[in-house]
């Protein structure tokens, strides 16, 4: 028995457009949208009817940077992919895209099965996985082949974190070259890990142990040399590459100037970026802990450069880097030693909603907020146009948003698996209502209807900005 849902009277936005339109949807896939009022929207029946008056109808978020359950610093990320989706659900996100990790000496094949492991059977919405390359050799260079045929068509390496998942520049060009053959997008964790750790370990003989010294010690020229050296190794390769979690002026301005070049050079930012700065990784008594994420948060002064570069669409991604850890337990392994502070932060929640206010206080548009929040991230790693847009024979992926809702939001009332909240008390215009996932109601009307095991495994064909 077929089952048909319709959404009804909403603004439906996508990157391209805004239409008062009514949608139907049948076994998991849009079939049609009809003028609100029409005829044919009238003749439509349904199963279910959702009201969307005065919402907005908007395609669900694709999260294309995530590490649930990540292994880092000595311990895991605290959201597993059971309750890092559902918390991703709530925030109106119905795709993300993790990262499986290689460990060193390790093939890609292990790391990944590994991960398909952790996820099978347990998530509430879709995903699928980047490939973190933690050991660049000919046996992991011929897998990328294989793994990009099975649709992980993107992989992640490090210019940070020496010892851990660092690559030298061989290995970086090694891997770049291979991807300019299998069309495998490489994406980059720009800093200059090696310069990092030098001032490391100066900070911590000084006795600069606190965490504003992880933002002090990781310094925007180390973001931005980075930044231009990943963009140099690609020309050389003659390889596209996405740079993740951008977060400096100077590194915006090294992708704008690749892009001016027409090189098929892509920037990511985070909201953290966006909306946090070195004041909260200053906050007193070990609370900066809680902000302490690479790249790092920067003077306030950066956002209007990574906004900037939103709108002329020098970067084109927004995802959150979503990767939390507890205050209590975790962050505080790093007290007295900022560089034992697990990095990385809580986000996977609330990127729809800080997106909206950032419409609301008029850094984007409507059809911006969706552009970079789901179909350029689908486009990016090869889901569109069954993810990220509002169209016939896309996945019935469906937010009913409601923009003047009011909302605060805080760790008492969100639903990642972490005791704290980086935006704690910040208050937003907009909220999710109901999301759709494949036709599922997993959010009705602010109340969890949703599964483990819901979502899928989605493999990706290529990035779609190169064909
Ligand atoms: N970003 C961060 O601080 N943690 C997650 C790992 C990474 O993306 O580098
Ligand atoms: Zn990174
Ligand atoms: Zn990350």
Not at 30 to 35: C, D, G, S, W
Not at 342 to 360: F, I, K, S, W, Y
Not at 367 to 373: G, H, P, Q
Not at 432 to 442: A, F, I
């Amino acid at each position: 028995m077929s089952k048909r849902t319709l959404v009804r009277g909403g603004l439906v936005i996508t990157a391209a457009d805004e239409v008062h339109a009514d949608v139907l949807t049948e076994d998991g896939r849009i079939v049609a949208l009809a003028a609100n009022g029409s005829d044919v929207a009238a003749s439509w029946t349904a199963d279910r009817v959702i009201d969307a008056t005065d919402k907005y109808v908007i395609p669900g978020g694709v999260d294309g940077h995530t590490h649930m359950e990540m292994p880092f610093g000595g311990t895991f990320a605290a959201d597993t992919f059971e309750t890092g989706t559902r918390a991703a659900a709530w925030g109106g996100t119905t795709t993300i895209v993790d990262f499986a990790i290689q460990s060193p000496g390790q093939a890609l094949r292990e790391g990944l099965d590994a991960w398909y492991a952790k996820a099978d059977g347990n998530c509430a919405i879709d995903y699928g996985f980047h490939m973190i390359l933690a050991d660049v050799n000919e046996d992991s260079l011929k897998e990328m082949d294989l793994l990009v045929q099975e649709g992980i068509t993107s992989f992640k390496l490090f210019m940070a974190y020496p010892g851990v998942f660092y690559s030298d520049d061989g290995k970086i060009l090694r891997a770049m070259q291979r991807a300019s053959h299998n069309g495998g997008l490489i994406m980059m964790h720009a800093e200059n890990g090696i310069a990092i750790d030098v001032l490391v370990e100066q900070a911590l003989a000084a006795g600069r142990t606190d965490p504003r010294h992880h933002g002090e010690v990781r310094k925007v020229l180390l973001e931005a040399e980075a930044t231009h050296r990943a963009i140099q190794l690609a020309r050389v390769a003659d390889a596209p590459l996405y740079v993740v979690h951008v977060s400096a002026e100077e590194a915006v301005a090294e992708l704008a100037a690749a892009r001016d070049m027409g090189l098929p050079v892509f920037g990511e930012t985070c909201p953290q970026y966006l909306f946090l700065s070195t004041d909260n990784l200053a906050e007193p008594d070990f609370e900066g802990a809680k902000y302490v994420c690479s790249t790092p948060l920067r003077p306030r002064e950066h956002q209007s450069a990574l906004w900037r570069g939103l709108r002329t669409n020098d970067l084109q991604v927004v995802s959150t880097d979503h990767c939390p850890f507890c205050f209590n337990g975790q962050k505080e392994m790093g007290r007295g030693d900022f560089s034992k502070i697990p990095n990385g932060l809580p986000g996977v929640e609330h990127r729809m909603d800080l997106l909206h206010q950032a419409v609301v206080d008029g850094h984007i548009t409507r059809r911006r907020w969706i552009e970079i929040a789901c179909a350029s991230p689908a486009r990016m790693f090869g889901l569109y146009p069954k993810k990220g847009t509002i169209a016939p024979g896309a996945d019935a992926d469906i937010v009913i948003y409601d923009p003047h809702a009011e909302q605060t939001l805080s760790a008492r009332t969100h639903h990642m698996d972490v005791d704290y909240s980086v935006y704690e008390g910040k208050r937003i215009t907009g909220q999710v209502e109901t999301v759709l996932s494949r036709g599922e109601v997993v959010i009705d009307g602010r109340k969890y209807t949703g599964r483990p095991g819901h979502g899928s495994y989605t493999p990706r064909s290529t990035c779609q900005y190169l064909t």
